[in-house]
């Protein structure tokens, strides 16, 4: 376990730099990739196509990094992570066809979500556990970066000019930014100190074979001893993740813009408050989390988010629905951080690296269904997907509450203290052991 220090380490604030310059370039062409699409002439059905591609990207790297990244090393994955954003922003701008567009989405190397992004995330939630040891600070900080470079990437597009190419549509050389921000990262990647990796191997040294003496021996990624535990996990995080794929940024764009009749520019700057507010937002998660554990943090904000979010389907005019919008957003992004921490902290560090594998694809892989059964919801009403959005999601809040409130952890609890302190609650050894 490395050295504790005031401060963030030089580690975690690489880490947090990964995560921010990503996040730039992500959110700088998540605008622009509808646009681009269209103006390439891809049809509906095929732009669906690439999406979904997307979306299943993010959860097949995502298990790969789960099997491998502790055999290979975290920074070596990190590193090859990077550099494959750099060759994804070539291969799109380049306009090569369909099948290889597809070949980069399913790599996980591009993204239309600047905080949660596949593969990286993982890596990155996984080599700052040690650093946050449960509390969330430090997923608090990183998750703050990364929604506010988000914000800065999406505002980037309205500059006059720098969006359109010579017809007016999305250009396609806009996606060399990624160029830089793969190189930017690759050089944070090589950075990082090997208290990043994976937690050596309990095996003696009098159990090791002599040939395996020659090089420390690194714990194997899989889950063993918390295996119930990250199902149980992944399971409730794919409901919530099933709800927000019903009021994805694209959805509330249509629903303003047919219900309201909004203008894009004024929907270009709701959505730039929306990241801003989340920045903040996730920033405060871990005051509360220190204050009242993890699972009352994540549980006591989210719960009434979903009411605020339903409660947008009734709105009389756009001034009131997003006003709720806003409301909704400075409380449903706390539980982020406090999500990042509790698998963390529920599970043994040899164990850290598949769980944060296995419930962030149980989360992306739910995601494609989501504006599917939207669109057919809305055969019954425009905004029924807000309404069953955040019926599905309170409801994954109150299982949490019930199941994980008394889940003992390794590095802090999520229950309050006895005596109402503000210590961090909960040193006693979880179902996976403690972590010390």
Known sequence: MRTR???????????????????????????????LLAARGYTSLQAGVVLTALIAGTALASVAVGALADRIGRRRCYAVFFAGVSVAGVVVAAGVPLWALLAVAVTGTLSTDVVDNGPATTLEQVMLADEDAGTAVVYGRYNM??????????????????????SGGASGHLFLVLVPVGAAGVLFALGLSSAVEAPLASTSER???VRARERPVRARARLQESRSVVRRMAG?????????GLVTTGFLSYYFAERYHVPVADLGWLFFAVSVVQAISVAVAPLLARRFGLVATMVGTHLPSNVLLASV??????????????????????????????????VTPQEQTPAAAVTNAARYTVRPLGPLVAGAVQQVALGAPLIVAGAVKAGYDLALWRWARRLPLGSASSVKPAGGTDEPAGTSPGPAGTRK
């Open 5 to 35: 220090r005031p401060g963030l380490s030089r580690d975690a604030k690489l880490l947090i730099a990964g995560q921010g310059v990503r996040a730039a370039g992500y959110g700088f062409t998540a605008v622009l990739l509808g646009a």
């Open 145 to 166: 970066v990364g929604a506010a470079a988000g914000a800065l990437g999406a505002l980037a597009v309205t500059v006059p000019g720098l969006a359109g190419g010579a």
């Open 207 to 209: 159990e090791r074979p």
């Open 236 to 244: 409730l995080f794919a409901v919530d993740a099933a709800g927000s």
């Open 313 to 346: 389907a009734f709105a009389p005019t756009f001034g009131v629905a997003a006003g709720l919008l806003l409301a909704r957003t400075t409380l449903s992004q706390m539980d982020v951080p406090a999500r990042q921490a509790l698998v963390m902290a529920a």
